[in-house]
């Protein structure tokens, strides 16, 4: 009886294994899904379409020029320029005032290695720029002009200079529109005399070093924007260069190959910053008084100036122009050189602790 039972059982094991196979099979081969992960891998084609801007620089580089500035017989600076218009007999140059003021004679040299003795035609120290004059058969490329206000922020542009030496003419740096409109506090020279200015200008990060002073700012399509002028550089900033818009540029070029000066109204007033004057004991009780840390103090005002004729007094406060906050002389000038002789401006002063509107009438100096 015994014996019968294990047989019965052993009979029972194999017949509920096999049921087990058979069920297995059944849900692999009917059902995956209830045992299995399904695994998607997804190819993605990245195709590269940016070639570089090769073509773009080929457009302008026989333009540029290196500008050798000489006193006395002797190497003083150099910078960099672009031809960017000719007439019959000339091919006209820009480039920076800064680079060339110090000098006596100004040589350019071409990609082609020629060196040539250029004739000044003029220069601006508030706009820091300047124009120069070689024969025309001396050119090998004219730089095409774009137009600033046309960038975007982001857009491709490139520069073309002489950093450091000669050794590294014609270098070409690329980058991006960092900025437009940015007001730029410098400081402007003309001989022993340092001028403070508000310059306005496009921002880059494109590489802009010492030596690429005056060189062209151009956009993808090898088109001047700019004209490169000034870099800021500290261990706390890196990668932030400035261009003086074209249009800007063009404007003073305009005034001097006709044989003008920049013509520019004037105010007729002496004076100090707020901030310069808080220490002194002739104006620490005035500004203290006028609870103020910015602005321009009148020190002193010439007779029949356009000031003296508007009313506006020594010792007055200046904090507007036409409702712009003036935080010093740099400002002042920049929204003063805003007008042309012959308009009016709105200047609002402090004057015995009270706010006061005073509209001028600008005249030349």
Sequence with gaps: MKKNNITKNIVITIIVFFLGMGAMYGLVRYYPILISTEVTKIDKNVTITDTGIAEAVDKLYDAVVVVNTYQNGQEYSSGTGFVYKTDKEKAYILTNN??????????????????????????DVYSDIAVLAVDKEHIIKVAELGKSDKSRLGDTVFAIGAPLDSAYSWSVTRGIVSGKDRLVEVELTDGNTKTPMVVNTLQTDA?????????????????????????????SIEGMGFAIPIENALDIADQLLKGNKVERP????????????????????LIKDADLTAGVIVTDIEDKSSASLAGIKEKDIITKIDGHEIANVAYLRYYLYKHKVGEEMQVTII???????????????
């Excluded at 070093?209 to 500290?234: D, F």
């Excluded at 707020?274 to 002739?282: G, L, M, P």
């Excluded at 004057?351 to 100096?365: F, G, H, M, P, Y």
């Design 207 to 235: 590489a802009i070093n010492s030596g690429n002073s005056g060189g062209p700012l151009a956009n993808g399509n090898g088109e001047v924007v700019g004209i490169t002028s000034i870099k800021l550089a500290s261990s």
């Design 266 to 285: 004037y105010l007729g007033i002496y004076m100090l910053d707020v901030t310069e004057a808080y220490y002194s004991r002739e104006y620490y009780s």
């Design 98 to 123: 800064h680079v060339i003021n110090s000098g006596d004679d100004i040589y350019v040299t071409f990609t082609n290695g020629s060196v040539v003795k250029t004739e000044i035609i003029g220069s």
């Design 351 to 365: 004057r015995d602790n009270k706010e006061k509107d005073i509209k001028v009438k600008l005249t030349a100096n």
